[in-house]
């Protein structure tokens, strides 16, 4: 039997070490370790900076404008499968909440124009869509993942910083605490108003 020599051994030990820590981190990342929490979460700031990005389907949108108003700003791509799977909902929601003076803004960020256009066409979006190709706005406000909301207050005072992707009644609530409504509690006793 062929003894090793101590450049075989140390060799070797380096590639055990090695596999053993590209094990651990595969079963941390595949646990979530690492990741980002869904959910709120504090934005680290509390006013909204405005921007001004090219629409999609011309003009600009200048945050600045809606000052006054409630404002869901939507940070999305083409390639994100959250985006693509609750783009029909924030759609569908767009008109009632616009109809009571909200504002909705979807930024989209690291994605080809075409992919991006080819998504709003899909998903026949009809609310303000801007394009940040410089990727200033997302670093500004910290976006580290898709999908990622900012719900902001009149005033454009940040509410809420949301990662993740949203069902219907968690959406509504959210936009209606913005909006001033505050979602009826589940524990709430319900009054029935008789005729």
Not at 5 to 10: D, E, P
Not at 100 to 125: M, T
Not at 134 to 146: H, I, K, N, Q, S
Request: aromatic fraction near 12%; include cysteine.
């Amino acid at each position: 039997m062929a003894r090793l020599s101590h450049g075989q051994i140390a060799v070797a030990s380096v590639g055990v070490v090695a596999l053993a820590l590209a094990a651990a981190l595969a079963l941390a990342m595949r646990s979530g370790v690492g990741a980002p929490p869904l959910g709120a979460v504090d934005a680290g700031f509390t006013s909204a900076q405005p921007f001004e990005l090219p629409r999609f389907d011309a003009g600009t949108v200048d945050l600045a404008e809606y000052e006054g108003k409630p404002v869901f700003l939507y940070f999305w791509a083409s390639w994100c499968a959250p985006c693509q799977a609750e783009a029909p909902l924030i759609e569908r929601l767009w008109p009632e909440y616009r109809d009571r003076g909200y504002a909705f803004v979807g930024v989209n960020i690291q994605d080809q124009e075409s992919a991006a256009r080819a998504f709003i066409e899909r998903h026949n979006l009809s609310f303000p869509l801007v394009h940040d190709r410089e990727g200033a706005v997302y670093l500004d406000y910290g976006v580290y993942g898709l999908p990622e909301s900012f719900f902001l207050k009149p005033g454009l005072k940040v509410h809420q910083k949301y990662l993740g992707e949203f069902t219907e009644q968690d959406l509504r609530a959210r936009l209606d605490a913005i909006g001033g409504i505050e979602a009826p509690r589940a524990d709430a006793p319900r009054t029935e108003v008789r005729p």
